[in-house]
């Protein structure tokens, strides 16, 4: 992770088949994921352009990340 960040979840795989990824919380701030927020996943940013949430999981939906696959490709990612 880049040097000054700290993890706010950790994906735990995909939701859905349009690039949405479930989102396990590592953070007492759920407004980190909120609708126009950058998220750094492995390092790079994506904007976030959807948000919900069921029970400690994030439900995130992230610019770029189109696909089933793309999300299934960062799974485990912090």
Do not use: Y
């Not at 996943?41 to 793309?70: L, W, Y």
Request: glycine residues 12%.
């Amino acid at each position: 992770r880049p040097e000054g960040h700290i993890p706010v979840g950790q994906i735990v795989g995909p939701f859905g088949l349009d690039g949405r990824m479930k989102v396990a919380m590592q953070t007492d701030f759920p407004e980190r994921f909120k609708k126009g927020a950058t998220v750094f996943i492995n390092g790079n940013p994506f904007k976030v352009i959807s948000c919900g949430f069921h029970k400690d999981q994030a439900r995130i939906k992230v610019e770029g990340v189109t696909t089933v696959e793309m999300a299934e490709d960062l799974r485990w990612a912090e």
